[in-house]
């Protein structure tokens, strides 16, 4: 059995319409721009803003953001050329199981299993904060003396069982957080205009400058790659500072990709797919970069180190009114957030399973709603679990890595179906293949480059693990698999 075997982009496509594992379409352009809005917008911009200016880029966030955006937008081109050529739920794993073979296929699907697992957990824990704040009271209490984060289970259950009931109504619920988010978010731009600070935005990119010794990030494992490799002092600020802040604010972009994961699920995802990926692309990336100005314009760089810093700064002007709307936006922006993402995770795990490399069992779809339960249910369950019982630190770079992973695959995947399937018919087209998407490819590589090397190993690990899981299980009780046996007579 051959772990580089192919399954057909005809049959992806056939087995949407399997009984009993058939999800419902219901979503069109609109409603895909607003999941990758409500997705993207989040944690990224309410925190990593703040204290990757202070900590790396100084008020050169703007053009981290701006590198950030930019890679993205070349892997987006892949994305949309493969979900509107092969439109299965699925994502990233999906275009790996046509392309590059059912392994390469597997270690995406394990890789964004931990990128929305964790990512879900973390942002749930954010929201519990967030929401405490505004109540006056913490929403973590301890029980028989350990902490139990309430709040963060409260909420990824709650939106667990949203996500159930449908991806149509899930649109509705978050389009109507998300108007209400990206009123907060022009809200922090205009309103910060007037307290802006010309002197704050000099110097521009901080010159670079040692991280002291014995200082967090002073330390081998806590360095970026690249500087490791190429036995650079350790050091912050400057051009590596920009573009490690690149690496680190990619956080706050992550989103895109989960629209693809809707495909299936869309009426016509030939139109509706790029629509959905470059709308909402196009839109955050515009109000980073603005929050991004106003916020290093408002206060000093090295004061942004804080748990909340666009509220923080408007304190520090006097302005509390402001900041207590921006901690509200903030408890509602995240709330979308946790939502789109547990509906990707239950969407790559039911491909995974309606596929055979996980349980078969679990790729059941509800008869009434159309929707991915068992999947969404065990989701649910384990990113409540993880939100209200393990304390959960800073995770993007851990979620970045994933990602950029996930990312540079799609990029490859897109020459590799042009060279093997050319006569498929593609609603949209990467232009000047393969210089762009290998391009795509480079610069995410470049970005994982600069990701510590902390991040690097447990990555590893993580990725051994699942090659562990495929050998022991899914490589012999995968359909594919199945389908290649020689079949015994009379037996």
């Known amino acids: 059995m051959s772990i580089w075997r192919t399954k057909s982009i005809e049959q992806s496509i056939r087995d949407t319409d399997e009984p009993g594992h058939r999800l419902r379409r219901d979503l069109n352009g609109f409603d895909l721009v607003v999941f990758g809005i409500g997705v993207i917008i989040g944690t990224g911009i309410f925190v990593v803003t703040g204290r990757q200016a202070a900590e790396n880029a100084g008020p050169a966030i703007v053009l981290s953001f701006l590198i950030a955006g930019a890679v993205c937008a070349l892997a987006a081109m892949c994305y949309a050329e493969f979900a ?62 350990y902490p139990v984060n309430l709040g963060a289970m409260a909420v990824a259950v709650v939106l667990g069982v949203v996500g159930m009931l449908g991806a149509k109504l899930s649109g509705r619920v978050t389009a109507a957080v998300v108007a209400v988010k990206v009123g907060i978010v022009l809200f922090i731009i205009v309103a910060g205009l007037t307290y802006v600070d010309p002197a704050n935005w000099t110097p521009f990119v901080p010159p670079s400058e040692p991280v002291p010794a014995g200082s967090a990030g002073s330390g081998a494992s806590d360095i970026p790659l690249t500087q490791l490799l190429l036995g650079l002092e350790p050091t ?29 699920e869309t009426r016509n995802p030939k139109r509706d797919m790029p629509v959905g990926i470059f709308g909402a692309l196009i839109v955050v990336t515009v109000l980073y970069m603005a929050v991004a100005a106003v916020v290093t314009g408002m206060r000093p760089y090295p004061d942004l180190n804080v748990e909340a810093p666009l509220s923080d700064s408007f304190r520090s002007v006097g302005a509390d009114w402001a900041a207590s709307l921006i901690s509200l936006g903030g408890v509602v922006g995240i709330t979308t957030v946790i939502l789109v993402l547990l509906m990707g995770q239950s969407r790559v795990a ?30 649910t369950a384990v990113v409540a679990l993880l939100a209200g019982l393990v304390p959960i630190g800073a995770l993007e770079e851990m979620v970045n890595i994933g990602t950029l992973f996930a990312f540079v695959v799609v990029s490859v995947g897109v020459v ?30 470049w970005l994982m480059l600069n990701l510590t090397a902390l991040t690097w190993i447990r990555f590893a690990v993580w990725m051994a693990l699942g090659v562990t899981v495929y050998f022991c299980y899914g490589m012999r009780r995968s359909r594919l698999a199945e389908l290649s046996r020689p079949r015994t007579e009379g037996v």
């Open 84 to 145: 509107s050529t092969v439109p299965v739920a699925g994502s990233a794993y999906t275009f790996g199981y046509a392309t590059l073979g059912e392994f390469v296929a597997w270690v995406i699907g394990w890789d964004l299993i931990l990128e929305f697992t964790l990512a879900a957990s973390v942002v749930s824990v954010g929201w519990s904060e967030y929401a405490g704040d505004l109540a006056g009271f913490p929403l973590s209490v301890p029980v028989a003396g």
């Open 350 to 379: 039911f491909a995974m399973s309606r596929d055979g490399l996980l349980p078969r069992a679990l790729s059941r779809t509800h008869p009434r709603f159309g929707t991915p339960y068992v999947t969404a249910l065990l989701t």
């Open 416 to 445: 590799v179906l042009r060279r093997t399937r050319p006569d498929l018919p593609r609603a949209f087209r990467v232009p000047w293949v393969p210089v762009l998407p290998l391009l795509a490819a480079l610069a995410c590589l």
């Open 236 to 264: 912050s600020f400057g051009l590596w500072g920009v573009i490690s802040a690149a690496s680190v604010v990619f956080f706050s972009f992550i989103g895109f990709d989960i629209v693809a994961t809707t495909a299936e």
